[in-house]
């Protein structure tokens, strides 16, 4: 997407063009536009999510459909409807999902599906294969909290639970759960996997009051050497 092979940074759950344009422009490479997660306080209507899908290409990000939704007849009509070109499937889709997808949107989509850690073992792990020969073009790997949360945890991964987990797939992969400035240093040895593509954060992007900032953003991309603020950059 980049065109530069170096690791992505995407952010999640932006409701507005200032988002959009504060995300871009702060590093991020790709925008999480949520649709299909009930009682999501960044949830989407297909109209706004097509919106803002033309805001982040505009601002010359990509944006990315978030959904825990398994409909998918409805995700290819909203697909279609924004001309979203990645799709991230957070929930507990199955392979059959993913195949079913790629049937309904053949050409240009890149479906990334989220695999869960829950104290450190990953709950797809038996599916993986499966994925794989569903279409999946890459993984995520995020936290699941001991109560069930999904998304959003601010929940941090051992950085071994996530080598182990990806040592049964050859697909690329994403890196998430509670990710900062801060803790870039503890992931050195995922940084370094040949097919670590990225990170996904949402808590370390906002203030307090749950607001992106650009300040953030900013650090966050400069620590993890993403696309936009490559090694070299000057702070
Ligand atoms: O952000 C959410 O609340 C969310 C809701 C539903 C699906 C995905 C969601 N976000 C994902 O959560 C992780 C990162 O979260 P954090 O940095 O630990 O707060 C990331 O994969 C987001 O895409």
């Keep these: 997407m980049t065109g530069t092979g170096a690791p992505l940074l995407k952010v999640c759950g932006a409701t507005s063009t200032a988002d959009v344009a504060l995300l871009a422009e702060s590093g991020a490479d790709l925008v999480g536009l949520w649709h299909g997660i009930p009682g999501g306080h960044a949830e989407l209507s297909p109209p706004d999510a097509a919106a803002l899908a033309d805001a982040t290409r505009a601002a010359g990000a990509e944006p990315v459909l978030v959904t825990f939704s398994g409909d998918v007849p409805a995700l290819a009509a909203v697909l279609r409807l924004t001309g979203i070109r ?32 829950r104290s450190g073992t990953c709950l797809e792990r038996p599916l993986l294969g499966a994925y794989e020969r569903a279409g999946t073009d890459l993984f995520l790997l995020d936290a699941l909290t001991d109560d069930g949360r999904v998304g959003s945890t601010g929940q941090v991964l051992d950085a071994a639970d996530v080598l ?44 307090a009051g ?18 936009r603020h490559p090694r070299d950059e000057v702070a």
């Design 86 to 117: 990645w799709v991230q499937l957070h929930a507990y889709q199955l392979p059959a999902t993913v195949a079913a997808l790629r049937a309904a949107v053949p050409d240009g989509l890149t479906v990334v599906k989220v695999l869960h850690i």
């Design 164 to 207: 182990a987990a990806v040592e049964h797939t050859d697909r690329p992969f994403l890196l998430a759960g509670g990710l900062s400035e801060a803790n870039r240093v503890d992931f050195d040895a995922v940084v370094a996997h040949p097919r670590y593509a990225g990170i996904d954060v949402d808590t370390a992007a906002r203030d």
């Design 210 to 227: 749950g607001r992106f900032t650009g300040r953030a953003i900013r650090g966050i991309a400069r620590a993890w050497h993403t696309a």
